[in-house]
Nanobody, 124 residues
């Protein structure tokens, strides 16, 4: 089974950029649909961006045009490039994988595997 590990979080000024990485061990990411979720203190975990197994990408409205999800198969790594960050983007970001053709951003329960998370803090 796949074991995702996130990295790349940190503190950044508003309007800045960060790149999150999710490197997987145990299996190839080609077999999975993948997604990034985030969870702010006191809130539910919410979907941010998903990459279906066929390469189709989807985003929630709040990050459309600012965030880009991508994958490098030879590195077995999923990325989330985040631009024009705003304080509302502050959260713990989690990488998720599902052994199916798609992973729903509205249903975290559809993910089979989770990383431990990486904190993103945007300072105004």
């Amino acid at each position: 089974e796949v074991q995702p590990v996130e990295s790349g979080g940190g503190s950044v000024q508003a309007e800045g950029s960060l790149r999150l990485s999710c490197t997987a061990s145990g299996d190839t990411l080609r077999r999975y649909s993948l997604a990034w979720f985030r969870q702010a203190p006191g809130e539910e975990r919410k979907g941010v961006a998903t990459l279906y197994r066929d390469g189709e990408a989807h985003y929630v409205d709040s990050v459309m045009g600012r965030f880009t999800i991508s994958k490098e198969n030879d590195k077995n790594t999923l990325f989330l490039d985040m631009d024009k960050l705003v304080p509302e983007d502050t959260a713990m970001y989690f990488c998720a994988a599902a052994a199916r053709s798609f992973l729903s951003l509205s249903s975290p329960s559809t993910a089979n595997y989770w990383g431990q998370g990486t904190q993103v803090t945007v300072i105004s």
